[in-house]
């Protein structure tokens, strides 16, 4: 069971903010246009040149009371128990590899949205996603997520088993698996030519 920040719902997005490619600015104007219809918090960890720049959004859309900058946060206890109490991890990528912050949100158990871009689709099925910078794409499947104990049970269950296929003891055979069919390949090419 997900513990509410201080009774209210809360929203989770981890990542830099060196640049906007993370989306934070795409998560505040969703959350914004909601607000009047859902009691919720945003908390934001992580930090970079571009914060100011979503502090002045924030405040522009009247959301500081709504958002919170955490800045950098490094101790892995205090991540685990962030995720632990947060009632929706959100992930709007305009670009994305493999994401680890979502794969260590849906180790917790999180409850998980985010854009179809880069390595969140191979994370999260296909209800779970949004086309990336889409506002009002965002801003109902928040709304949706928000408002759903029954689709929350289920994501929380079905990332958990997904991230277990990212546990490093389930890594480790295919990588070596892999690295040796690449040497294999190799040495077979060379006898060839």
Known sequence: TRVPDGGRES??????????????DILIR???????DRDFSISVAGDGRCRSRLEQLTAELGMVDRVRFLG????????RALLDRTTLFVMPSRT???????????????????SSVGGIVE??????LVPPGDVPALARRLQAALSDAD???????RNRARAEEFRDDQLKPRR???YRAVRDATAAGHRSG
């Open 11 to 24: 929203v989770l997005l981890v990542g830099s903010l060196e640049q906007m490619y993370k989306g934070c």
């Open 30 to 36: 969703a959350a914004a246009s909601i607000r009047k």
């Open 72 to 79: 950098h946060v490094t101790d892995r206890g205090e991540l």
């Open 96 to 114: 994305e590899g493999l994401p680890r912050a979502l794969i260590e949100a849906m180790a917790r158990g999180c409850p998980c949205i985010g």
């Open 123 to 128: 994370l999260l099925p296909a209800e779970d």
């Open 151 to 157: 689709w929350q049970r289920r994501s929380s269950a």
């Open 176 to 178: 070596e698996s892999f």
